[in-house]
């Protein structure tokens, strides 16, 4: 019983960290689709143009409520009603803690050298 259990948590925690991972490209073309669109195309071609990847953003988030913690749907939520970097860094932190349990300080003004806010 024990073995099963801990078996399916692992699996669970596999695809959290796929699923995430997969959400976090597609933010990061919204924000960025000239560059983001060429790598996004080739693993998946049926996103062909900005709007694509929004509604592709959308169904994640509704995908979500099966497996995400609450703070996660929630910056998710505000990512697609305000998608810029600063609400990016907070899907990427919620989906942090999800994952392992971790706290972060780093926000957007940390990563703020990065990249810049689009106009």
């Known amino acids: 019983m024990f073995q099963h259990r801990k078996k399916n948590g692992e699996q669970?925690?596999?695809?959290?960290?796929?699923?995430?991972?997969?959400?976090?490209?597609?933010?990061l073309t919204q924000l960025d689709p000239r560059t983001g669109l060429r790598?996004?195309?080739?693993?998946?071609?049926?996103l062909r143009d900005p709007s694509d990847v929004e509604?592709?953003?959308?169904?994640?988030?509704?995908?979500?409520?099966?497996?995400?913690r609450d703070d996660v749907i929630k910056?998710?939520?505000?990512?697609?009603?305000?998608?810029?970097?600063?609400?990016?860094?907070?899907?990427?932190?919620s989906m942090r803690r999800d994952l392992w349990g971790k706290k972060t300080s780093i926000d957007e003004q940390?990563?703020?050298?990065?990249?810049k806010e689009s106009k």
Do not use: Q, W
């Not at 790598?39 to 049926?46: A, C, F, G, S, T």
């Not at 509604?55 to 995400?68: P, Q």
């Open 12 to 27: 669970e925690h596999e695809l959290k960290r796929k699923r995430y991972a997969c959400i976090l490209m597609l933010m």
């Open 39 to 46: 790598h996004v195309k080739e693993l998946r071609p049926d």
């Open 55 to 68: 509604n592709e953003i959308e169904v994640e988030l509704l995908n979500s409520v099966l497996f995400a």
């Open 75 to 93: 910056s998710m939520s505000e990512f697609a009603r305000t998608p810029n970097y600063s609400s990016y860094v907070k899907v990427a932190a």
């Open 110 to 115: 940390t990563l703020g050298i990065l990249r």
